[in-house]
Structures are given as C-alpha cells and as structure tokens.
C-alpha cells in the first residue's frame, strides 16, 4: 500500500523552529518530487517548498532562507524534512506533503504548524 505520512508539527513560540518529516513507503520514493503544502483556514493552499528526484529545490518567496528542504532515500528511510526556522505567526496552516511524477500524485494526511505570538 502507499502511504504517505507528514509529522512534527506542534505549538511554537515565534521565533521558534520546528522540523517536519515526509514519510513515503509502497512507491519508489526517489523517483518522486517531494512538496510541502500548507493551507490557513479561511486561505488557499500553497506550496512551501519541493525537492525534486534530483535534488533541485523551490521555496516560497516569503520563506527564502528560513526554511529549508531536504531528502533521505535510504530505503528504509525514505523521508523528506522540511525545517522551519524563525516562524511567525503567520506561518500557522496545516502542513501536508505531497509526491508527484509522471506516473501521478499521493498525498499525504496534515500535520497542524501553530506559531504563538
């Protein structure tokens, strides 16, 4: 079965860090671009940030230089991490992941980012 599974998200303090993780399994997850989404209630859902399969990067404007994108294909770890540093409360949404190839998409359940002020 594929799954498609993003954690870490918690209440943070602004300023704060967190770290999210992608966990992908039942596909060959290497040859996936990873994206990470985010939608605030009430706001359209946009996307943070994407690794490529070759390791090439996108982020947002608005999260250039404090967010950063990574990816582990080892088999049996298959994540992509997103760190979150400097988070503002405008940074609050649920955050989901997202796999995306030729052959089609998978997503993810969401892992809820609260940014206090």
């Known amino acids: 079965d594929v799954q498609l599974q993003a954690s870490g998200g918690g209440l943070v303090q602004a300023g704060g860090s967190l770290r999210l993780s992608c966990a992908g399994s039942g596909f060959n997850f290497e040859d996936y671009a990873i994206g990470w989404f985010r939608q605030a209630p009430g706001k359209e859902r946009e996307r943070v940030a994407t690794i490529t399969s070759g390791g090439g990067t996108y982020y947002l404007d608005s999260v250039k230089g404090l967010f950063t994108i990574s990816r582990d294909n080892a088999r049996n770890t298959n994540t992509v991490y997103l760190q979150m540093n400097s988070l503002k409360p405008e940074d609050t949404a649920l955050y989901y992941c997202?796999?995306?190839?030729?052959?089609?998409?998978?997503w993810g359940p969401g892992t809820q980012v609260t940014v206090s002020s």
């Open positions: 997202k796999a995306s190839a030729i052959s089609g998409d998978y």
